[in-house]
């Protein structure tokens, strides 16, 4: 698609600062952005990449003095930024409706209107697939789920039996929903599955990234919450409950009956252990090994993961071990020396 930077500003309902007559066809990080590009501008720091941006145009939050680009000036960034990408995005052929020859259905399979079942995918008995949902290439749903509507099933993603997929799901390529989860007891001298009777829940609006495991529960369910949105390459163990508008980020861990709040961060190859509470609003950053409870909006780090405050200290500590460390080494010769001149006085 092209459009002149002033139509641009009108789909993003913002105001136009200098001359809007260029065409523009993509979106650009300031650095790079060609001359048929609009970019951004959303960080003081990113102050001088503006300057020399080759960009046609830049969108903002606040006119800049002095640019000498014109400006699309809106109420967020971010927000025109996704609009921008959603109008350049590459033009792909969308899925057909209808089930692919190869496909295998099980008995009982109901199908909602505008359904799209790629090659080779399999289906038990007494699975149901809602309106306009996708089905990609490969993938294997076990009897007794449900996906709903309006959600994807990207290439290869696996789901078990009697788990259940909301409305507005997305799940990437070789995803894996309502596996046996990760839970053995030892007897007799081995160690023996428990088993996973439950299953899987994902709300609406979730979406999950490649990768990605979420086991079934033992009883009950384990439960990804509406809004959720989760990275590649994450686990989520038997019977966790993640709440609603969650952010995880790729290689994080959660460990079985863990119960998320809602509007959680979890960063990435965060670790936590089994039948912890995180409360709402809570952020675990990058690499944290969470160990205990994390009360509601604390914000934690470390390994093991303490309070944000007091796990900076433990940090600033440790840089300066090395200087701590020289500097016992001078007291102990000094203290060596004095002791020697005491000896040398008797």
């Given at each position: 698609?092209?459009?002149?930077?002033e139509q641009l500003a009108k789909k993003l309902g913002g105001s136009l600062v200098g001359p809007g007559r260029a065409v523009?066809?993509?979106?650009?990080?300031?650095?790079?952005?060609?001359?048929?590009?609009?970019?951004?501008?959303?960080?003081?720091?990113?102050?001088?990449?503006?300057?020399?941006?080759?960009?046609?145009?830049?969108?903002?939050?606040?006119?800049?003095?002095?640019?000498?680009?014109?400006?699309?000036?809106?109420?967020?960034?971010?927000?025109?930024?996704?609009?921008?990408?959603?109008?350049?995005?590459?033009?792909?052929?969308?899925?057909?409706?209808?089930?692919?020859?190869?496909?295998?259905?099980?008995?009982?399979?109901?199908?909602?209107?505008?359904?799209?079942?790629?090659?080779?995918?399999?289906?038990?008995?007494?699975?149901?697939?809602?309106?306009?949902?996708?089905?990609?290439?490969?993938?294997?749903?076990?009897?007794?789920?449900?996906?709903?509507?309006?959600?994807?099933?990207?290439?290869?993603?696996?789901?078990?039996?009697?788990?259940?997929?909301?409305?507005?799901?997305?799940?990437?390529?070789?995803?894996?929903?309502?596996?046996?989860?990760?839970?053995?007891?030892?007897?007799?001298?081995?160690?023996?599955?428990?088993?996973?009777?439950?299953?899987?829940?994902?709300?609406?609006?979730?979406?999950?990234?490649?990768?990605?495991?979420?086991?079934?529960?033992?009883?009950?369910?384990?439960?990804?919450?509406?809004?959720?949105?989760?990275?590649?390459?994450?686990?989520?163990?038997?019977?966790?409950?993640?709440?609603?508008?969650?952010?995880?980020?790729?290689?994080?861990?959660?460990?079985?009956?863990?119960?998320?709040?809602?509007?959680?961060?979890?960063?990435?190859?965060?670790?936590?252990?089994?039948?912890?509470?995180?409360?709402?609003?809570?952020?675990?950053?990058?690499?944290?090994?969470?160990?205990?409870?994390?009360?509601?909006?604390?914000?934690?780090?470390?390994?093991?993961?303490?309070?944000?405050?007091?796990?900076?200290?433990?940090?600033?500590?440790?840089?300066?071990?090395?200087?701590?460390?020289?500097?016992?080494?001078?007291?102990?010769?000094?203290?060596?020396?004095?002791?020697?001149?005491?000896?040398?006085?008797?």
């Amino acid at each position: 698609m092209e459009l002149t930077i002033e139509q641009l500003a009108k789909k993003l309902g913002g105001s136009l600062v200098g001359p809007g007559r260029a065409v523009v066809n993509a979106v650009g990080p300031l650095g790079s952005a060609k001359p048929t590009d609009v970019t951004f501008y959303n960080n003081e720091k990113h102050r001088e990449a503006l300057g020399t941006s080759q960009a046609a145009a830049v969108i903002v939050s606040t006119p800049v003095e002095a640019l000498d680009k014109p400006q699309i000036v809106v109420g967020d960034v971010n927000a025109a930024l996704i609009e921008a990408l959603c109008l350049f995005a590459p033009p792909l052929k969308g899925p057909t409706p209808g089930v692919d020859p190869s496909a295998k259905l099980g008995r009982s399979v109901v199908l909602g209107q505008g359904v799209s079942v790629g090659a080779n995918v399999v289906m038990g008995d007494n699975v149901r697939i809602g309106d306009g949902t996708m089905i990609g290439p490969g993938c294997s749903i076990g009897e007794n789920s449900t996906v709903g509507s309006h959600s994807r099933l990207d290439a290869n993603v696996v789901v078990y039996h009697n788990c259940e997929i909301g409305n507005h799901v997305i799940i990437h390529a070789n995803s894996t929903i309502g596996a046996t989860g990760f839970g053995y007891s030892f007897i007799d001298g081995a160690h023996r599955l428990v088993p996973h009777n439950g299953g899987v829940v994902i709300e609406d609006y979730v979406e999950l990234g490649a990768n990605c495991c979420v086991d079934r529960a033992k009883f009950g369910n384990t439960i990804v919450g509406a809004g959720t949105k989760i990275d590649n390459l994450v686990q989520v163990a038997h019977n966790v409950v993640i709440g609603k508008c969650c952010l995880v980020a790729a290689l994080a861990g959660i460990s079985g009956s863990c119960r998320v709040g809602d509007g959680v961060v979890i960063a990435g190859q965060v670790g936590m252990a089994d039948n912890l509470e995180i409360g709402s609003g809570a952020t675990l950053t990058a690499k944290a090994g969470v160990m205990n409870h994390v009360a509601p909006g604390e914000v934690v780090m470390g390994i093991p993961a303490l309070e944000y405050s007091k796990a900076r200290r433990v940090v600033v500590s440790t840089m300066n071990l090395p200087k701590l460390v020289e500097k016992v080494k001078a007291l102990s010769k000094r203290i060596e020396q004095l002791e020697a001149a005491e000896n040398d006085k008797k």
